[in-house]
């Protein structure tokens, strides 16, 4: 059939689109550009911004749940402290109810001395007494009646005591015996109730936490002391866990830091250990982060009614982390969402931007095609941009001027003697690399030749890229130590090479290509001559306000004053060819890419060394070593 539409014509137009749509996308966000700088960096102040807020929502998610914790803690704790505190006073009544009951003031007295009588009474008295407390006094297991004169008994009559335990000889008995600065009612801490019979098994050898009240004669005199024992599981349950405490525990201390007071029976008696134990007594309530057996534990700690005891509750970081997990869950998702609407407005926003850009550029683009500088004016949406169009018209008719002027030309010579200096940089120690490569080869030593090998190759192609006038300072100090690795062998190791870069953003400071190695090997040949032993060589690099200077310092023979002077002078000026080739290369080629005011500077002292010192200008911008 003729006359008909090709059926590929449609493929070859979506084809061209999807090119045009591809360098687009290249160009924007792969290109250095504008739009991709305002982009970057919107996303990038944007993208911190969220993150900081993630990271301090997140932290705090954890820090507010520390803080639930920690006042839930206090709650129970102040509710355990204040059961404990009404319990102790229900004892101490009952304590005085006994401590101030004739019979047991006259037994402890004279036991031995009152006839069976009197004796039976004083006893049905004091059981009476007894059924009381053990009726109404639930926190308290048993209460011991101990006298001076030996006199024993508790609350069931010595039922279950053994008889012929001696009381007197222990140190729990006589410590109740003693004068103490709380009074006559105070705690003698937590002792083994040995005393009780074997068949009493849920007492006997069982820990007791034991609070005291002084029995008094009339004269004030201490006749003995009724020791009220207190069952430590119902003290225990009122330290009832929060919610938050899956692992942790509620406990009770002492004034000597012994633990009275445990949910696990078999701490009970220990003294509290862990590094951190003395903020316990920096002040009267608090909380800390401590490592408790490898496990990183919120410690919170409360006084109570009681002069010295402290109540403390443990809780692993783990449980609170483990809290927060949902809630940071959340926070994180939330993040996801707000970066990905983030970087979806910064492109809206980016290319919004970037459309009068693109149109100032395609105009640019479209100058010259007629072999024409002219620029068409036109008006684009921003201030700015119209500015910018403006001079850019009147430097392209500058521009046209100077190549009328035969401005191009002038920049033209001055690239090619550029290109020229460079190329006489010094590749003459070639054959010296040759024979110690061939004496290496010969004695057998393969790793070394190999080693030559590749720094003289790393050498020469560094020196032969012709591409990159300008590299990163840490590229040139590379250079030198394969060049300083070659002579090295060739002096059996008499050079040394140290460096002084206190700035270490200077090393991706950009100067001109092979500017440190002709002034190290100037260094070794005109400074150490051809028999080195003690070759020291110092490359410093600091930045200041004039540009980045590098000194290379070495200990050899000098230079006379005189010689000093005349080397400056011929270094730094146009058109004198010098004995030295390489210094007077290096410092031709600064100055005529970067102008007068930066060269070479030679400076030296006979018998002492010498330093020549570069300037350049900073290309890179890193901080400041020091003020000049």
Not at 159 to 166: I, V
Not at 176 to 197: M, N, P, W
Not at 218 to 235: H, M, P, S
Not at 602 to 615: N, Q
């Amino acid at each position: 059939m003729t006359g008909g539409i090709s059926p590929t014509s449609p493929k070859v137009g979506e084809g061209d689109n999807m090119k045009k749509a591809a360098q687009f996308l290249r160009h924007t966000f792969l290109d250095r550009t504008i739009v991709r700088t305002i982009l970057i960096s919107y996303l990038l102040v944007n993208v911190l911004l969220l993150l900081l807020l993630g990271y301090l929502s997140i932290k705090d998610s954890t820090k507010m749940m520390t803080d639930e914790i920690i006042r839930s803690s206090n709650k129970v704790m102040e509710q355990a402290a204040l059961g404990l505190s009404f319990n102790l006073e229900e004892s101490k009544r009952s304590l005085v109810m006994l401590a101030g009951n004739y019979s047991v003031i006259t037994m402890m007295k004279e036991h031995d001395k009152i006839e069976i009588p009197s004796r039976l009474q004083h006893e049905r008295n004091i059981a009476e007494i007894a059924h009381g407390v053990s009726t109404y006094q639930t926190l308290i297991s048993d209460v011991l009646m101990i006298g001076k004169t030996g006199y024993i008994n508790n609350l069931d009559g010595r039922k279950t005591l053994q008889w012929d335990f001696p009381f007197l000889t222990q140190d729990w008995v006589q410590d109740t015996f003693r004068a103490h600065r709380e009074g006559s009612f105070f705690s003698i801490g937590v002792h083994k109730q040995d005393y009780y019979l074997e068949t009493n098994f849920t007492r006997y050898n069982q820990p007791t936490l034991s609070v005291v009240l002084q029995v008094k004669g009339y004269q004030g005199q201490a006749l003995g002391a009724v020791i009220a024992n207190l069952d430590l599981g119902k003290i225990n349950g009122m330290f009832e866990q929060s919610t938050y405490q899956n692992r942790g525990s509620i406990f009770l201390v002492d004034e000597n830091r012994n633990i009275i007071v445990h949910k696990d029976s078999a701490r009970i008696g220990e003294t509290l250990q862990f590094p951190s134990e003395e903020k316990l007594y920096e002040q009267a309530a608090g909380h800390f982060t401590e490592t408790i057996d490898g496990t990183e534990t919120l410690v919170i700690y409360q006084p109570t009614a009681v002069n010295g005891w402290k109540m403390i509750a443990t809780v692993p970081m783990s449980d609170i982390t483990a809290q927060s997990q949902p809630l940071k869950s959340n926070l994180t998702r939330l993040l996801y969402l707000c970066l990905i609407a983030n970087t979806l407005i910064s492109l809206l926003i980016t290319l919004r931007i970037s459309l009068p850009v693109r149109r100032l550029l395609a105009a640019l683009d479209r100058m010259g095609e007629d072999d024409s500088l002219y620029v068409k004016p036109r008006e684009y949406r921003y201030r700015e941009l119209n500015h910018i169009g403006n001079k850019f018209k009147e430097l392209m008719g500058r521009i046209d001027l100077l190549i009328k002027q035969n401005y191009l030309t002038q920049i033209s010579l001055k690239e090619e003697e550029l290109k020229t200096l460079q190329s006489q940089i010094n590749p003459h120690f070639l054959f010296n690399t040759l024979q110690l490569l061939q004496t290496e080869i010969v004695c057998g030593n393969t790793e070394e030749s190999n080693h030559i090998v590749l720094s003289l190759s790393s050498l020469f192609r560094y020196s032969m890229k012709r591409s990159e006038e300008e590299v990163a300072l840490e590229r040139e100090i590379n250079n030198v130590n394969d060049y300083l690795y070659i002579l090295n062998k060739k002096y059996n190791g008499g050079i040394s090479v140290s460096f002084h870069i206190p700035n270490r953003s200077v090393l991706r400071c950009r100067i001109p290509k092979l500017t440190l190695q002709p002034i190290v090997e100037n260094a070794i040949r005109h400074g150490f001559g051809e028999h080195v032993r003690e070759g020291k060589i110092r490359i410093t690099a600091v930045t200041g306000r004039k540009g980045l200077l590098l000194v290379i310092a070495d200990n050899g023979r000098g230079i006379e004053p005189s010689e000093v002077k005349r080397l400056n002078q011929h270094v730094n000026s146009q058109g004198q060819k010098s004995d030295n080739i390489g210094l007077y290369n290096v410092g031709q080629r600064i100055k005529l890419k970067y102008g007068e005011d930066y060269g070479i500077q030679i400076r030296s002292r006979p018998g002492k060394g010498t330093s020549i010192s570069i300037l350049l200008p900073i290309h890179g911008e890193p901080a400041f070593d020091r003020k000049e």
